[in-house]
C-alpha cells in the first residue's frame, strides 16, 4: 500500500540553523500539507499546497518558513533559522482530493 | 478563530465496552469531519471521516456529526486494549484542518 515518507526521521540542529525537512508524498495525490506537533501538545496545521502554490497557511508559519515541491515527487518544508520552540515533530500529509489526508511518519526536531 | 475541542480524558473502559468520543468545533463553515487514531511518539491514522449529518458506520466504529449543535462524535463497539490510544477530532474547511488536543482512551483488560 503507498504511503507518505519524510526524511530524516530525527534531526538534531544549533540554533539559527537552517533545516531543510523532506517528504514524499504518495505518488498521484495533488494537495500536500505540513503540521507540527510540540511534544505532548496538538498537531497544529502550518501550511497546504496545491499546484505548486501554498492555498493556505496558518498564523504559525512565518517568513522563517517556506514550502517547494522541486521536482515531481518530493516536498520539503525550510526552517530558515531555527529557534528553540521550533522543536517539535513535523509531519507531512498528502491528499488526493481535498480532504482525507494521509500522513507521513513524521521528522523529529530538536533544536538546541 | 478555529476552534476544536475534545474532553483531554483519559478515559478508561474496560474491554468489550463501548467508548465515547466528543468533539465540538467553532467554524459553522466546516465541511469535513475526521477520527484519527494517535499513538505515542507515532503519526495520524485515518480512522474514519463524516460529510454528513447523522451515523457513519465502519466495523466497530460509528461516527456521528451534527453540524446544527457543531458536534462530533466516535463510538467504538466492543473495546480492544488495542484500542488504547488518543483519539484526535480533526476538522475541515477549505484548505486546511484543525485538530482537537485529543482524547486518551485506555481499554483495560
Not at chain 1, 499546497?49 to 504559525?60: A, D, H, P, R
Not at chain 2, 474532553?7 to 467554524?27: H, K, Q
Request: net charge negative; proline share 5%.
Amino acid at each position: 500500500e503507498p504511503e507518505v515518507t519524510q526524511t530524516p526521521s530525527h534531526q538534531v540542529t544549533q540554533m539559527g540553523q537552517e533545516v531543510i525537512l523532506r517528504c514524499v508524498p504518495i505518488s498521484n495525490h495533488l494537495y500536500f500539507y505540513w503540521y507540527r506537533q510540540i511534544l505532548g501538545q496538538k498537531v497544529e496545521f502550518l501550511v497546504s499546497f496545491y499546484n505548486n502554490e501554498i492555498s493556505e497557511k496558518s498564523e504559525i508559519f512565518d517568513d522563517q518558513f517556506s514550502v517547494e515541491r522541486p521536482d515531481g515527487s518530493n516536498f520539503t518544508l525550510k526552517i530558515r533559522s531555527t529557534k528553540l520552540e521550533d522543536s517539535a515533530m513535523y509531519f507531512c500529509a498528502s491528499a488526493l482530493g481535498q480532504e482525507t489526508q494521509y500522513f507521513g511518519p513524521g521528522t523529529r526536531l530538536l533544536v538546541l | 478563530q478555529k476552534e476544536v475541542e475534545q474532553n483531554s480524558g483519559p478515559l478508561s473502559v474496560p474491554e468489550g465496552a463501548i467508548a465515547s468520543l466528543n468533539c465540538t468545533y467553532s467554524d459553522r463553515g466546516s465541511q469535513s469531519f475526521f477520527w484519527y487514531r494517535q499513538y505515542s511518539g507515532k503519526s495520524p491514522e485515518l480512522i474514519m471521516s463524516i460529510y454528513s449529518n447523522g451515523d457513519k458506520e465502519d466495523g466497530r466504529f460509528t461516527a456521528q456529526l451534527n453540524k446544527a449543535s457543531q458536534y462530533v462524535s466516535l463510538l467504538i463497539r466492543d473495546s480492544q486494549p488495542s484500542d488504547s490510544a488518543t483519539y484526535l477530532c480533526a476538522v475541515h474547511n477549505n484548505n486546511d484542518m484543525r485538530f482537537g488536543a485529543g482524547t486518551r482512551l485506555t481499554v483495560k483488560p
